[in-house]
């Protein structure tokens, strides 16, 4: 039976697949082109087929660029809308593991002309848990020993009035939790957002009051984000960097941008262009968050040469960051003081204090 934090979750990933479609992403779902004899549409969502079973996962996309040497890459998007004081907890990052471990074994066979066959992934699968409200520590260990990628908006202001709204989703917006509730959730969000029409179905487990939050408050919310870009801080560890405006192209007239962190007292953190004054056309802030654990091991592994990958980098931090600027897809590092990580935890510190 599904409840009404499940709701909340699937409301924030579908929001996600929505800000993934800015970077590059396609959703893959019932609607969807991208259909093949590895999913199907089950009866209460989409099924992903693994080694040993079929397995639901509502929330996938598919990256329209696949790079050289690399088969399709999938994501497969778990989000969790919890009350502030609830981190998700390291049952999330088991339930992700296991799934990712089945669907990438899902080998299919090619024949040769000589009668050998051997066997090969179809897709390169990857998984990521969302959270508003942070990960235990069990559960940051747990992930990143198994690859699993975390990424957390607390505090990112940019994204509240979305949680906000989500939050406001509550009894009074479902009156059945039966099994197909969370499916009729999603179809009504996701039409909305891509301007489907959708259809009325009867019994309806949403009630009138639900579909016009969905319809306006949560969309609307969403809709303002209308910059989404996803870097990969020492090319390890993901963030999702997220502005109300799209990032400016006359800012990244380079491919390496010199950049500062700012947030220190408010606990609000941003990335915004090193010598740039706010009034500039060239001026942008990056908003994000990134679960204390996973900054302390940044923090050690700092100087380790596989994750700097680039001697120039002993000098500067860097994020490479993916998504469209100026209508063109680019791939921009941002360069930062190696300094700013151990600010990080320490004004995570007094802020907690």
Same mark, same amino acid.
């Given at each position: 039976?599904?409840?009404?934090?499940?709701?909340?979750?699937?409301?924030?990933?579908?929001?996600?697949?929505?800000?993934?479609?800015?970077?590059?992403?396609?959703?893959?779902?019932?609607?969807?082109?991208?259909?093949?004899?590895?999913?199907?549409?089950?009866? =209460?969502?989409?099924?992903?087929?693994?080694?040993?079973?079929?397995?639901?996962?509502?929330?996938?996309?598919?990256?329209?660029?696949?790079?050289?040497?690399?088969?399709?890459?999938?994501?497969?998007?778990?989000?969790?809308?919890?009350?502030?004081?609830?981190?998700?907890?390291?049952?999330?990052?088991?339930?992700?593991?296991?799934?990712?471990?089945?669907?990438?074994?899902?080998?299919?066979?090619?024949?040769?002309?000589?009668?050998?066959?051997?066997?090969?992934?179809?897709?390169?699968?990857?998984?990521?848990?969302?959270?508003?409200?942070?990960?235990? =520590?069990?559960?940051?260990?747990?992930?990143?020993?198994?690859?699993?990628?975390?990424?957390?908006?607390?505090?990112?202001?940019?994204?509240?009035?979305?949680?906000?709204?989500?939050?406001?989703?509550?009894?009074?917006?479902?009156?059945?939790?039966?099994?197909?509730?969370?499916?009729?959730?999603?179809?009504?969000?996701?039409?909305?957002?891509?301007?489907?029409?959708?259809?009325?179905?009867?019994?309806?487990?949403?009630?009138?009051?639900?579909?016009?939050?969905?319809?306006?408050?949560?969309?609307?919310?969403?809709?303002?984000?209308?910059?989404?870009?996803?870097?990969?801080?020492?090319?390890?560890?993901?963030?999702?960097?997220?502005?109300?405006?799209?990032?400016?192209?006359?800012?990244?007239?380079?491919?390496?941008?010199?950049?500062?962190?700012?947030?220190?007292?408010?606990?609000?953190?941003?990335?915004?262009?090193?010598?740039?004054?706010?009034?500039?056309?060239?001026?942008?802030?990056?908003?994000?968050?990134?679960?204390?654990?996973?900054?302390?091991?940044?923090?050690?592994?700092?100087?380790?040469?596989?994750?700097?990958?680039?001697?120039?980098?002993?000098?500067?931090?860097?994020?490479?960051?993916?998504?469209?600027?100026?209508?063109?897809?680019?791939?921009?590092?941002?360069?930062?003081?190696?300094?700013?990580?151990?600010?990080?935890?320490?004004?995570?510190?007094?802020?907690?204090?």
């Amino acid at each position: 039976m599904a409840n009404i934090s499940q709701a909340r979750g699937a409301l924030l990933e579908e929001a996600i697949l929505f800000l993934l479609e800015k970077v590059g992403y396609e959703t893959i779902d019932q609607h969807s082109s991208l259909l093949d004899d590895s999913l199907r549409v089950g009866s =209460s969502g989409l099924d992903v087929r693994g080694r040993g079973a079929w397995h639901q996962i509502d929330a996938l996309a598919s990256f329209r660029s696949s790079p050289a040497f690399m088969y399709p890459l999938r994501l497969m998007v778990e989000a969790k809308c919890y009350q502030a004081s609830r981190p998700v907890g390291i049952e999330v990052a088991r339930n992700s593991v296991g799934v990712l471990k089945d669907i990438s074994e899902n080998y299919f066979t090619m024949h040769s002309r000589g009668g050998i066959s051997s066997q090969a992934p179809r897709f390169n699968y990857h998984a990521a848990i969302f959270s508003t409200s942070g990960y235990t =520590s069990g559960a940051v260990a747990y992930a990143v020993a198994h690859q699993i990628f975390l990424i957390q908006y607390e505090n990112v202001q940019v994204i509240q009035p979305l949680i906000n709204a989500i939050m406001d989703f509550d009894e009074d917006c479902i009156t059945n939790y039966g099994k197909g509730a969370l499916s009729e959730v999603r179809e009504i969000y996701r039409s909305a957002l891509h301007d489907r029409a959708y259809p009325l179905t009867t019994p309806r487990s949403v009630t009138e009051v639900g579909h016009e939050l969905i319809e306006s408050s949560i969309i609307e919310a969403v809709r303002n984000i209308r910059g989404s870009y996803f870097g990969m801080l020492q090319g390890r560890w993901p963030l999702h960097l997220l502005t109300e405006n799209e990032l400016p192209a006359s800012a990244f007239l380079t491919d390496i941008v010199r950049c500062r962190i700012t947030g220190y007292e408010s606990g609000n953190w941003k990335f915004t262009p090193l010598n740039v004054s706010e009034n500039s056309d060239n001026w942008f802030e990056l908003q994000f968050s990134l679960p204390e654990d996973i900054a302390k091991m940044v923090r050690d592994n700092f100087g380790d040469r596989e994750a700097v990958a680039n001697i120039k980098q002993q000098h500067f931090s860097y994020i490479d960051l993916s998504g469209v600027i100026g209508g063109i897809r680019r791939n921009i590092r941002l360069e930062l003081d190696q300094n700013w990580i151990a600010r990080y935890i320490s004004s995570l510190d007094e802020v907690r204090n």
